[in-house]
């Protein structure tokens, strides 16, 4: 099999995972969703990894009882700024519920006050390229998936397998959830 690499990876040091990164398009570019929506999430304030893998269990359960069908997939990561933090794409379902209506940074709200009780901090990277912005030009915390906008999604999604950030020899570096059997 090919060995493949995109700009992101390429910039931060190489792809660090092959088959991480083949699950990771799978999941972009096999959903059944009819409006998926892509965020990236950064989790920080833990040393534990389970502390993130709850935080995100937490979310989806949240996500998911109103009515947002979602799948995710994350990595573990170490630097000298952040030390452990925890990057997360988060695929949801936009057909009948607002994903924002959960995936925001307004304070007091419910990802919020569950962020803070769990002492974690986050933030919510939007994707760089103008090609996710709105019609006016307004930057949005998400990417669509539609036509041409799910190539660079492909492309966005692989920051999760760049090899800086990645400690050699950390027992678990990838995470994710499909999606309920039940909504498929």
């Not at 502390?51 to 995710?72: G, H, S, T, V």
């Not at 990561?77 to 030390?83: F, P």
């Not at 452990?84 to 949801?92: D, E």
């Not at 030009?137 to 397998?161: F, H, M, P, Q």
Request: charged share 25%.
């Amino acid at each position: 099999m090919k060995k493949e690499e995109t700009v992101i990876t390429l910039a931060n040091g190489g792809m660090h995972n092959q088959k991480a990164y083949r699950k990771m398009k799978d999941m972009l570019n096999n959903n059944y969703y009819t409006s998926p929506r892509l965020y990236h999430l950064v989790m920080m304030g833990s040393e534990q990894s389970r502390d993130y893998q709850a935080a995100m269990k937490a979310l989806c359960l949240e996500l998911r009882r109103q009515d947002i069908p979602c799948q995710w997939k994350g990595c573990l990561e170490v630097d000298d700024e952040k030390g452990l933090h925890f990057h997360v794409f988060i695929l949801a379902e936009a057909k009948h519920r607002n994903p924002c209506s959960i995936l925001n940074h307004n304070a007091q709200h419910w990802l919020d006050v569950m962020m803070q009780k769990r002492e974690l901090t986050y933030y919510i990277a939007p994707p760089e390229n103008p090609i996710h912005r709105t019609r006016l030009g307004k930057r949005v915390n998400y990417a669509t998936l539609a036509g041409e906008k799910l190539a660079d999604c492909l492309i966005w999604i692989s920051y999760l397998v760049k090899r800086r950030s990645k400690v050699d020899g950390m027992t678990r570096i990838y995470f994710g959830c499909q999606p309920s059997r039940a909504t498929a």
